[in-house]
């Protein structure tokens, strides 16, 4: 039950990370103080950052096996994103390889968490 909840608070940190970051990005966006090459990059940095703080917080939650919890995380939230990407536009092939790096960040992300945690 313990393990749910780190991994449910890494999946939380993860979405109001992602969510605070895409909604300063709107805002840059509409007042027009962004351009289209930063704007892309943008969108690409924003979920790796949130996905991998994600992977951080749960890291530091678990005693063991910290990736084992950023790449379930990062299987979640990309199940998630992969759904929405059906369901809202097409799929294409670089969308399966931002897919896979989105995991391996929280899986990375997750065992940076394990390992900054201090030891007592």
Request: hydrophobic share 55%.
């Amino acid at each position: 039950m313990k393990y749910l909840k780190n991994l449910l608070k890494g999946i939380l940190t993860a979405t109001i990370v992602f969510l605070i970051l895409s909604l300063i990005l709107t805002l840059l966006n509409y007042f027009s103080l962004l351009n289209h090459p930063v704007l892309t990059i943008c969108k690409m940095i924003i979920p790796l950052l949130s996905v991998g703080l994600g992977g951080l917080t749960a890291g530091k939650s678990v005693t063991k096996n910290g990736w084992i919890s950023g790449l379930l995380i990062g299987l979640f939230i990309t199940f998630i994103i992969f759904i929405l990407s059906l369901i809202l536009q097409e799929f294409e092939f670089k969308n399966l390889i931002f897919f896979i790096i989105l995991i391996i960040t929280s899986t990375f992300g997750s065992m940076l968490g394990i390992n900054t945690k201090k030891t007592a």
